[in-house]
């Protein structure tokens, strides 16, 4: 079973707008992982959050973490083309030692 | 710095066949994990090791085995090779258990 949940599972933009993408998920938490793949090969780690964080930046991805909700967001600003890919939210739990990933979400960037 | 890195990059196999997949971490991981990723869904965890030893075990069956070396690769065995085997596997390495992994490009298993 997946611990993390996507939504939406796709989205299509023009290049410029923002985009965001929501992960819900359903234990205690050590600490939350975004993922970006293209095209079904590797991925590649965007941005780690603790449990005991809640916001975090990295150049144009800002991640947000509710642990009351257990849920997390990621936003990417000012799209491009190259940021089409697949985004992929994984949860490694308080007491755990693997990463749970959710479906994804299959982003298109429209130039 | 080299990232992770995995061999072979695409391999095709009959059914009832053995494939091995190696994985090499960067430099200084001490720990890999295999994940499968099956076409339009997301990583399924698979093994974890850690200094050797393995540290976690996903829902996949006895035919499914991997082992860590001295220098800290580490290789995936499966047995008696289903169609259902066929996916991208992963191989991650991280400084710790809970620390960032970073993923290789992948294995693309074809079973026929």
């Known amino acids: 079973s997946q611990q993390g949940e996507e939504d939406p599972q796709a989205l299509s933009i023009q290049e410029g707008e923002n985009a965001t993408m929501n992960c819900s998920y359903k234990?205690?938490?050590?600490?939350l992982q975004w993922y970006r793949q293209n095209s079904g090969r590797g991925l590649v780690h965007l941005i780690l959050?603790?449990?005991?964080?809640r916001e975090k930046h990295s150049g144009r991805l800002r991640v947000t973490l509710d642990t009351s909700k257990k849920s997390s967001s990621l936003l990417i600003t000012a799209s491009r083309a190259a940021d089409t890919a697949s985004y992929f939210c994984?949860?490694?739990?308080?007491?755990?030692?693997?990463?749970?990933f959710g479906g994804g979400t299959r982003v298109l960037v429209k130039p | 710095d080299a990232g992770v890195t995995q061999s072979p990059t695409h391999l095709i196999k009959t059914r009832g066949q053995h494939v091995t997949l190696r994985c090499s971490p960067i430099?200084?991981?001490?720990?890999v994990s295999w994940y499968q990723q099956v076409l339009g869904q997301g990583p399924q965890f698979i093994f974890q090791?850690?200094?050797?030893?393995?540290?976690g075990r996903g829902n996949f069956p006895d035919r499914f085995s991997a082992r860590q070396f001295p220098n800290y690769s580490s290789e995936l065995n499966v047995n008696a090779l289903l169609l259902g085997d066929s996916a991208l596997y992963l191989c991650?390495?991280?400084?710790?258990?809970?620390?960032?992994?970073?993923f290789g490009p992948g294995t693309r298993l074809t079973v026929t």
């Open positions: 430099s200084g991981h001490k720990s």
């Open positions: 234990t205690s938490i050590n600490n």
């Open positions: 959050i603790r449990s005991n964080e």
């Open positions: 994984a949860t490694l739990k308080a007491a755990g030692n693997k990463l749970t």
């Open positions: 090791y850690y200094e050797k030893e393995e540290r």
């Open positions: 991650a390495s991280s400084l710790t258990i809970t620390y960032e992994q970073y």
